[in-house]
């Protein structure tokens, strides 16, 4: 799979992704520590008598599952990941384009990023990622990383599963019922693109029915993680994961809290047809997509937990119907939670006036 | 009803309380002017296009449901209330002591309070709140407002009959079969505590029942906004309020966003047997009903959403097996979604572990 962006920055600009992006992989590789030292003030403030004795012996377990949270969290920022990371930076002299119809399978594209690295492996160093001297962890920070461990329960274990089918299921269904006419090996000339594709399994699920898709996401985070679980699992259930240690309400017991998953389900390089192209772009929707050069370029557009991300949805819409081919299709699913719910400059659509703006721009809707 | 605070403070803790106190009734005082300038700045940040006059129409109609609510507001810190505003400040010679078992109606308390207000027309302008120099209404002290708005609702609309009915309905239906033996116009031989009693309406319903009951609630917000639904309305329906329209997520259409809701559904001055003493007392479940003078002095403590705002839940347990007579039954419904989640010194139980804390507090669990 190809990461690209297609951003133009000015120096200015360049800096400050570069300085996010080191405060990302920061962040990642500040887990281990920073967890274990609030777990330590949580088991140091308990009394020591033995009513708390279960507490104790509770938390005390959380020590082996930080370690294997931080296992996987320091793999995602290794140095295997450097040539992705450089990909990330705009404008670095690499690429500047996405290459959205490359008709490599991942399994390929994964091999020949191995081949590289082996081959080039002064490369590793040449990735300078500079923290500014005034940036310091938040909790908020943290909260990003822990989330990101959550997120890959739903999108990339057996646990997952169900609420994948009720989420991900009517996108996908809806998409090979539509194009039910069109034979598996001629789908990947069907164009898909997906925004705000997160950890990428509705991305990969459209590429296993045979589509060619591209995945959108504005998040470092998520783009990181999300380029790990994509290419870098060499078998299925790999990695052992304790994504519920930092979540301390309506626990029913001490195995609830401390349940191993493991991720991923299954390995996606499996998977992938030769027939389909299969991207990943970082960046801003709007600036992306609204671009002159993706004037009608997609078939569907499927958004899933996407469009209340707006500040203004009617951008979204614009967007949507610009980049879009002329008889393309939009696909959404998901609530109404504004992302910037009550901000000033934001502008929260109900359903209904949704609806009216979705007839506004053009759209027809077919099925609700 | 009487209100009353058992708190034995110092000169600077007093002054603390009392500039809180100022502060929570500048709050509520603010909400329009505040309410106001949010609604304007969102106005003023829509583009002038057609495509957005369904929601500059509805967020215009949001200026008349500000003015209903504020009006709400202003009642509930109007002068009529500076008797009650006296009576939360601590140790200031009135009182001191709870009057729990006073036999008065609350039909009684109340009309006794008018009558001391008329008669002593004055007092309105003895209580001097004084907000500190240094202080600021910040968007979550306005939150708390709206929150009380929204709880009106819960406790003391129609509209909130069902998540009642679920929610305290277990509690009575269990009070009622377990004291079945017991004539209603004995009832009030029975004392019922209910820490956190929020709008007051589960103690309200537990005196309508016949049972002697008393309030403990720590938040200021909630205090004013109990005592006045409970003895200022003159009849059902008197006040509308549009709770919804400060939330912007998830809203199916306009008419969901402007509901009037009209509060009291009930009158509870017609509801209140003459047999039972009905109460409240502000201030901090621990130290009120940790003192010695609260050993062994009720039947019943019935905890609703309650147990979780604990730091430390034992010290609730301690304190409810305390004030609890021997054969006193403690009744208790709710999750556990800690309010100090993720507090160093936060303590946070699985519901496991709690049971467990149960039984090593001598309780029996009769019913699950």
Known sequence: MDHSSIHRLNDDDLLQEQQHLAQVVAT??????SSILVLEHKIAAIPQ???YDQVRARLHSHIHCINHNAHLLNLITSEHQNEFLQSLLPDNGQKDETDQHNKQSNKQSNKQLDKQSNDHSQKYTQLQLKVSDDYHITEGDLSKVQSTIRQFVRDWSEEGR???T????PILDFMNLY????PLQERGEIHVLIPGSGLGRLVFETVANGFSCQGNEFSMYMLLASNFILNMPERAHEFTIYPWIHSFSNIPSAANQLQAIQIPDILVSDHVPPTVSFSMVAGDFIQIYGAPNQKDQWDVVATCFFIDTAKDLTQYLAVIKHALKPKGIWINVGPLLYHFEGNADAVEFTL???KHLITEFGFVIQVE
Chains 1, 2 share one sequence.
């Open 28 to 33: 990642y590789n500040a887990y281990r520590r």
């Open 49 to 51: 008598k033995p009513l």
């Open 162 to 164: 169900v609420e994948r």
């Open 166 to 169: 009720n989420v991900y299921g």
């Open 179 to 182: 194009y039910a006419h069109v």
């Open 352 to 354: 209904e006036e949704v």
